[in-house]
Structure formats: C-alpha cells, structure tokens
Nanobody, 122 residues
Framework: QVQLVESGGGLVQPGGSLRLSCAASGSGFSIGVMGWYRQAPGKERDVVATITRGGSTNYADSVKGRFTLSRDNAKNTVYLEMNSLKPEDTAVYYC????????????????WGQGTLVTVSS
C-alpha cells in the first residue's frame, strides 16, 4: 500500500509562515503529479497547488506569490512553503496524488493524506 504522510501544520499569526511536508511511504510505486488541497469549515475541498514530476507548478489564484510548492523525487516528498499567511488560509490541508502507479499490478491508485490543520489567527 502507498500512504501520504503530512506534517508541519499548526497555529501561526497573520503574516507568518509555515512549511508543510508530504512524504509518500510504501514500496513498488511511482508517483507523477502531487499536490495540496485545503478544506475550510463549511466549505468544499479546493486545490491549492500541484506539481509535476518534472517540477512544473500550478497555483490557485488565492495563493499565488505567497505559497511555493517543491518536490524531492528521490524522497517522494513534496513541500509547501506558505508565507504571508492570512486568516482565510485557515483550513485542513490535504496532500494528494491522483495517479500512483503500482509496479506489481501496473494499476493506478488515487491517494489522499490524512490532512493537517493550519490555523492562522492572532
């Protein structure tokens, strides 16, 4: 099985910074696109940013210029650097891999992390 394990959430003041990490664990798999979604209370889960295996990124308009997504393919890990945080960034952040190739079966899985809470408040 493949799991996405997130870390780095917490409480931060407006204007502050946090760095989220998401590491894929398991064996016999290959991951293409990875990304982060977030879900605020009472709202739908929305995409924050995505990154291809080659490093091409896309960001939601609401985070452009403030968030930076990067990845380390050797470690199967992505990092979301969040700066100039605002109260409206408060949400549970989920790591996502839409197409994980399993080497033994040559089948694809969609995998979600368990979520990490980011609270931006003074």
């Amino acid at each position: 099985q493949v799991q996405l394990v997130e870390s780095g959430g917490g409480l931060v003041q407006p204007g502050g910074s946090l760095r989220l990490s998401c590491a894929a664990s398991g064996s016999g798999f290959s991951i293409g696109v990875m990304g982060w979604y977030r879900q605020a209370p009472g709202k739908e889960r929305d995409v924050v940013a995505t990154i291809t295996r080659g490093g091409s990124t896309n960001y939601a308009d609401s985070v452009k210029g403030r968030f930076t997504l990067s990845r380390d393919n050797a470690k199967n890990t992505v990092y979301l650097e969040m700066n100039s945080l605002k109260p409206e960034d408060t949400a549970v952040y989920y790591c996502h891999a839409p197409r994980v190739l399993l080497s033994n079966t040559l089948r694809y899985l969609e995998v979600w992390g368990q979520g990490t809470l980011v609270t931006v408040s003074s």
